[in-house]
């Protein structure tokens, strides 16, 4: 046995080899190239630490940032009939389906229901997921905004909405665009018992979201730098065939030209909601104290 070539050799190698970092480790910013280390990343809520970018945050590990304690209760969406139209494009829509059930941590479709105490006060918070599908809305996340708005009727508490979608569903053709009046029947509902309605414009909020449930809010707040509108840029550039204003479709342009009501940091959310909750369903109690928006 020669042992500087079997024992002696090995162990100089491994000392001078340098180690490869995995690569779930890091995390390179899409906006100024910074790396993130994923660990101080998550603990910021997926929020730059160098610009401040907002990348998109899954609903499952915004939830425990909202309420009271980081706790809530989850509400399962209401049945409804897988694959209506039996739709096959490359693959199978129920297939497509059962794969983006199978990295949604459970999830049965793009919407989460959830309620709990925040700020003291019931909440009944609906979250879109942009890694669904796209957020895209069918008929389950139809169903679901309406149940969402009788639980708040009968809980008397206020609505939340995080929107982040693409649009109406096509995989479900005319049942998915029909979700568009469903689910603006169900905000009047919530409106008619006299209980907040709030959203959360987060990137992005495009089509038919946009051109429902995602505008009918008492008060609209955006994430900074969201993409918000219903067509995207480039098909509405081609059609009017003008150069856009910088910053088109983003929270700061919308902002400034009335269309939201203010653009706050993710690290604000929570304590925006709940002041913005105490004002309109207390206003007695909050005349005077004024209402310190967490603007960016």
Known sequence: MNWLTNFVRPKLRALVTRKEAPENLWLKCPKCEQMLFM???EANQEVCAHCGHHMRIRPLKRLPRLFDEGKFELHALPKVTVDPLKFRDLKRYDARLKE???????SADALIVASGPMGGRVAVVALLDFGFMGGSMGTAVGEGLVMAADLAVARKAPLIVFSASGGARMQEGI???MQLTRTT?????????????????TDPTTGGVSASFAMLGDVHIAEPDAIIG???????????RQELP??????EYLLEHGMVDAVVHRHKLR????????LLMDPVLSEGRGLAVAVR
């Open 230 to 240: 219903f067509a995207g840029a480039r098909v509405i550039q081609d059609t009017i």
């Open 246 to 251: 910088a910053g088109f479709q983003r929270s």
């Open 100 to 106: 983006a059930q199978g990295k949604s941590d459970g």
């Open 39 to 41: 660990r101080d990343w």
């Open 175 to 177: 049942l998915s665009l």
């Open 185 to 201: 029947i169900a905000v009047r509902k919530v409106k008619a018992a006299g209980l907040p309605y709030i959203v959360v414009l």
């Open 271 to 278: 304590e925006t909601l709940i002041r913005l909750v105490s």
